[in-house]
């Protein structure tokens, strides 16, 4: 199993442009989400989903969007990328066990610059 | 103020020393996470639990519901458990997503 992939690793993007963050997962997990990590401001959820054609917004949800529409695949969606955007993105997945705190599984990780 | 709060918030230990991590939570959880994350690496769930205590080689994650607080302890410490340390909370009700605490950067020397 390769769990949780995320492409690119590092991505440049100009002020305006729009881009696609891949994410999938091969463990046929039902959740899944998308977080930021920003220096002293730990990890904050940006989207997430608890199956295909399911999407939710998170805590930061402005500027990006998402769509699920097979299990294995959840990809974010810079619409005109921002300065503020520059952060270091991380999908993860896991499983949707009844009462909820399920270990997550994530990604490598993608580490994005807007100029 | 932060739902989950992480001390300290960066440690620096000498090799073999006993070092431990806090984390308190002011909401309903159904499950505590500690991650830990390398330099410029992804993220690595060491544990999930809800209750008591559990253990994996040199480290030792405890919890205690009543007064909303979480440990993670490392024994024997090594240069390579330098890494920040992360406690996420699983939320009792609504969606399943983790809330954060913002890391302990935790540095071993020799």
């Known amino acids: 199993n390769a769990g949780v992939t995320q492409t690119p690793k590092f991505q440049v993007l100009k002020t305006g442009q729009s881009m696609t963050l891949q994410c999938a997962q091969d463990?046929?997990?039902?959740?899944m989400s998308w977080y930021r990590q920003d220096p002293g401001m730990g990890l904050r959820l940006i989207h997430y989903?608890?199956?295909?054609?399911?999407?939710d917004q998170g805590e930061v949800p402005n500027g990006y969007n998402v769509s699920r529409s097979t299990t294995e695949d959840f990809p974010l969606r810079l619409l005109s990328a921002a300065p503020s955007q520059t952060s270091v993105y991380f999908c993860?997945?896991?499983?949707?066990?009844?009462?909820?705190?399920?270990?997550?599984?994530f990604g490598p990780g993608t580490r994005l610059t807007v100029l | 103020k932060n739902e989950v709060e992480q001390s300290p918030q960066n440690l620096t230990a000498q090799e073999g020393e006993f070092i431990t991590i806090n984390c308190s939570y002011s909401?309903?959880?159904?499950?505590l996470h500690w991650l830990q994350q390398h330099p410029g690496g992804g993220i690595v769930s060491l544990f999930m639990?809800?209750?008591g205590k559990k253990k994996h080689g040199r480290l030792i994650a405890t919890i205690n519901i009543q007064e909303k607080h979480s440990s993670l302890h490392i024994t024997a410490s090594h240069p390579r458990d330098s890494a920040v340390y992360i406690c996420?909370?699983?939320?009792?009700?609504?969606?399943?997503?983790?809330?954060f605490g913002s890391g302990t950067r935790l540095q071993v020397q020799p």
């Open positions: 993860a997945s896991s499983s949707l066990l009844a009462g909820g705190g399920n270990e997550q599984f």
């Open positions: 909401v309903g959880i159904s499950a």
């Open positions: 996420a909370v699983s939320r009792d009700t609504g969606r399943r997503a983790l809330t």
């Open positions: 639990l809800s209750s």
């Open positions: 463990m046929n997990h039902e959740y």
């Open positions: 989903s608890v199956g295909a054609g399911i999407t």
